[in-house]
């Protein structure tokens, strides 16, 4: 996010004032690098977009130094140098390959790597209060522009982890299962027919049948199907799935259309979420629906992460629908809508020296965390605890004086996103050491850059740019394009600096007209070189 006016660098100022972060004991940094972990960069409310809200945070200069297809430049790439040296390797790798957006590969990246958490690791607040890695994405991108192509490479190694254990439970651990039941039935009926006699010791059989029942059921649990994500995510799917796997399971799905629709409920005038929430809030469930086998399911601290890869439209769909909000649904989700020229060229192939090191993360960190037999607490050291709480509390204090009021329910969840991604980095970085070592200073600081950009891009797909100031705004640039008497050229980025718009935004909004032919762009390449400037002019 950038700045558009003077006012809003003074207000910027205020707000940095606030906040002065003490440095941990141990530390990497000066107090001056911790004061500025989260130097706020407030926008007001710009007068083109009527009462859209300012969002508190930065977007990091640096980038990611990669550019769209076809010459066009992201002017709010995600932050890829913030992540992991091998998921930010992958990630330029699957760009190259599937030509797919950067951010949504980024995105997809680190969704596969909230995969591996699980139950297995959490942050341990100074209240005592545990935050898990339940996080749910959501990316917007239209049919045939490589959602495939980026979504396997980067599963491949979950997919793997799962087969493996899959081909294990076929050989060894069903038939053991299975021979076990026969058993312990056999020797509950031989018990039972002692019974016919009169010198019985009622009170011995009745505690080996106990004993032999308690076996059969445990040896029945080992029936379940190991699994590890469902791609058909209906609610009654998901609850099997988390009551047969220790209480956790993934939703992964590369083409999500139908994940959508289950969310939006077949007459789409309520939505179908109550066990998707329960993924994203830990809260154990009791489900009334009796199984095929005549029992009730207990769930205890439901876990479940999300990565949804869908058409833009089903996840306006979802979020425009008037529950979305309020039952917690749509804050608790991070959505990604891009729009991006189609590519050009053909795509490069993943080096094996970058697939590689990834397969293995994913399957160690699996191991580790999600399959490990041990809960892993990782600390926050004072200080940056209160840079958390002041987060918190700035957050409020914009909700408060209705900077933020209209986006309240999304902004309270930030600072919970901001500790779920700081996990996410902490355990790719440290792996088997995470529990012995406290959250670093610059991983918080990583954590907010990433959260920041989410929580932008959250508020687009919102529908902030669907409301009447959305086409208010259309109208007005419409008018500018076709209002010529200064002689000036209407670009990308002029149309983008006037209406204090992003680039990004200017390709959404003009889209339909391009398409109906009522807006027509040229493609302008400069003598000098450099970046090529799209015109836009009217019929």
Not at 134 to 152: H, P
Not at 219 to 233: Q, S
Not at 464 to 489: F, M, P, S, V
């Amino acid at each position: 996010m950038k700045c558009i006016n003077n006012k809003s660098n003074q207000n910027i100022n205020e707000v940095n004032t606030e906040v002065q972060a003490i440095p941990s004991e141990g530390a990497k940094g000066t107090e001056e690098e911790l004061s500025e972990l989260f130097d706020p960069i407030e926008q007001d409310t710009q007068k083109q977009l009527g009462e859209i809200d300012a969002l508190i945070g930065s977007s990091p200069d640096g980038g990611t130094g990669e550019l769209l297809q076809d010459g066009f430049e992201d002017d709010d790439p995600f932050p890829v140098e913030c992540l992991p040296k091998t998921m930010r390797d992958m990630v330029k790798a699957v760009h190259r390959y599937s030509l797919m957006d950067i951010s949504n590969v980024a995105a997809c990246a680190l969704g596969a790597a909230f995969t591996t958490l699980g139950k297995g690791i959490c942050i341990k607040n100074t209240d005592g209060r545990r935050t898990f890695g339940n996080q749910a994405i959501w990316i917007g991108a239209e049919s045939g522009t490589g959602k495939s192509l980026m979504f396997e490479p980067l599963m491949n190694p979950i997919v793997e982890i799962e087969q493996d254990a899959l081909d294990k439970w076929e050989k060894e651990v069903r038939p053991d299962a299975v021979a076990e039941i026969q058993i312990c039935q056999r020797l509950i009926k031989d018990l039972l027919e002692r019974c016919k006699g009169e010198d019985v010791d009622r009170q011995n059989i009745r505690q080996r049948i106990g004993e032999e029942e308690t076996k059969m059921e445990n040896a029945k649990r080992l029936l379940n199907r190991p699994m590890l994500y469902v791609t058909d995510a209906t609610q009654e799917a998901v609850e099997t799935a988390l009551a047969k796997n220790n209480g956790m399971i993934s939703v992964l799905a590369s083409e999500g259309r139908k994940v959508a629709k289950n969310v939006l409920g077949k007459k789409g005038d309520s939505l179908n979420i109550d066990t998707f929430l329960c993924l994203g809030t830990g809260d154990s469930m009791r489900v009334s629906r009796a199984s095929k086998d005549g029992r009730n399911y207990d769930i205890k601290n439901a876990w479940g992460n999300m990565l949804v890869l869908v058409q833009p439209d089903m996840i306006l769909k979802i979020l425009q629908h008037e529950e979305a909000i309020p039952s917690g649904f749509a804050p608790r989700c991070l959505t990604v809508i891009r729009v991006a020229p189609d590519p050009i060229e053909e795509g490069v192939a993943i080096p094996q020296g970058v697939m590689s090191p990834w397969n293995a993360e994913i399957k160690e960190l699996m191991g580790l965390f999600r399959l490990g037999e041990k809960l892993i607490e990782v600390e926050i050291p004072p200080s940056l605890s209160q840079i958390v709480a002041k987060d918190k509390s700035r957050i409020a204090r914009k909700i408060n004086d209705g900077v933020l009021y209209h986006h309240k329910e999304c902004a309270r969840r930030w600072t919970e996103t901001l500790l779920k991604i700081a996990l996410v980095l902490h355990a790719w970085i440290n792996g088997v050491k995470a529990g012995d070592v406290s959250i670093a200073p610059e991983t918080l600081n990583d954590a907010r850059k990433i959260r920041d950009w989410f929580a932008s891009h959250q508020m687009e797909s919102m529908g902030q740019l669907d409301g009447g100031e959305a086409n208010h705004l259309r109208t007005k640039i419409i008018h500018y394009i076709r209002d010529t008497q200064d002689r000036t050229k209407r670009t990308r980025r002029s149309i983008a600096r006037r209406f204090g718009i992003k680039a990004n935004m200017v390709m959404n909004i003009l889209k339909p007209y391009l398409e109906s032919g009522e807006v027509l762009e040229e493609k302008e390449i400069h003598p000098q070189g450099g970046q090529p400037s799209y015109v836009y002019s009217a019929k």
